[in-house]
């Protein structure tokens, strides 16, 4: 597994290298076109930290949707403007690179899954989460009913989609050991925003790392029935699924800026949690949403996560603690980093 994250983070850098950054407000994401040699002949020179005075690039977890609605709806009714912050919102050209986004300076901030976060600190792409989006794992193998999968020991000789992320073939090992299974007895496929498609068409015969509030309400939305087991049943420890990140000096250089950005992402998600029909409509009309899901399916997405949407941004440092521990004993991290240096609740609003 060693091997997978090391040329993930290289393939992530050499991305940044070509200057592909964030999607971009567009929502049409660029590949990495620079090879794995020439990420490890350079190493990118960091970007000075943004003024407040300067605009915010934000780099979301994904296609604009319900998990990052906090963000949308401040942008969307002015939150940040407000508060005086001029933030722009993009999506990354895959899911497993905000981290490097964000290490690098590419973006000021962006949205992670907090294992994605330790293994960045592992491959010194330092981050800190500065925040909580959803506080509970939501990551799930899903399969479809009447796919000849009842339970993971069926999928021995089957395909299995994940979005790519690094954290998640571990995660996927230790959900296979449920079942009597290794890696070596089925086929991973990198499948990035593709997750649902490859799983309608056949092309997989189940998805990791997909949740029940995204994945699961977009196939059952689609007329489908998905089989949906948590990853918390299947040996995945607490964790929080999303987190807000930036850079440690950054945020040591300007705290009431990133103090400004939090408060009117709480004020966005609490905008969101009271105006759902809203939210949906937000999520449709933002160029960065995904074109290959409809309203129904947005609207289903919508209903299924506003209630895990965190209220008030804060981190349970225990738990941060106890995942760290747990990664340090699975070999997912070779040193068990100290809980302040990677999280901290110090710019939450007030």
């Known amino acids: 597994m060693r091997i997978a994250y090391v040329l993930g983070g290289l393939v992530a850098v050499a991305c940044l290298l070509a200057g592909c950054g964030g999607g971009g407000g567009s929502g049409a994401a660029a590949e990495p076109v620079a090879t794995t040699s020439e990420a490890s002949q350079e190493k990118p020179v ?43 919102v993009k999506t990354p050209a895959s899911p497993e690179y905000p981290v490097s986004y964000v290490a690098v300076g590419d ?35 899903i399969w479809l009913k009447g796919s000849g999968v009842d339970e993971v020991a069926d999928l021995e000789g089957k395909r299995i989609a994940t979005s790519g992320a690094l954290y998640q073939s571990d995660l996927l090992e230790q959900a296979l050991a449920q079942g009597g299974l290794t890696p070596d007895d089925i086929e991973v496929v990198a499948a990035g925003y593709e997750l649902v498609p ?4 056949g092309e997989v015969d189940a998805i990791f790392g997909g949740s029940a509030n995204m994945e699961g309400a977009s196939l059952e939305a689609r007329g489908a029935e998905p089989v949906i087991t948590p990853a ?11 987190m807000l990140i930036a850079r440690p000096k950054c945020v040591a250089k300007h705290p009431a800026m990133y103090r400004r950005f939090m408060a009117a992402v709480a004020k966005g998600t609490a905008a969101a949690k009271q105006d759902p029909e809203g939210t949906a409509q937000a999520i449709e009309g933002n160029i960065g949403s995904d074109p290959k899901v409809g309203g129904k399916e947005i609207e289903a997405q919508v209903a299924a996560t506003l209630p895990l949407l965190s209220h008030s941004g804060r981190i ?35």
């Open 107 to 141: 973006d000021d901030v962006g949205i992670a899954q907090q294992p994605q976060i330790v293994l960045g600190n592992e491959l010194e792409e330092s981050v800190v989460a500065i925040g909580s989006v959803i506080s509970k794992p939501t990551a799930a193998m």
């Open 232 to 242: 918390r049943e299947l040996g995945a420890p607490p964790y929080d699924e999303l």
């Open 46 to 88: 960091p970007i000075p930290c943004p003024k407040p005075s300067e605009q915010m690039e934000v780099t979301l977890d994904g296609h604009a949707g319900a998990e990052n609605a906090g963000i949308l709806m401040a942008e969307q009714r002015g939150y940040f403007r407000e508060t005086g912050l001029d933030v722009f």
């Open 198 to 201: 490859k799983l309608l068409n």
């Open 316 to 350: 349970d440092l225990a738990q941060a603690a106890d995942l760290l521990r747990w990664m340090r004993e699975k070999g997912m991290i070779e040193e068990e980093p100290p809980v302040e240096q990677l999280f901290t609740n110090d710019y939450l609003a007030p």
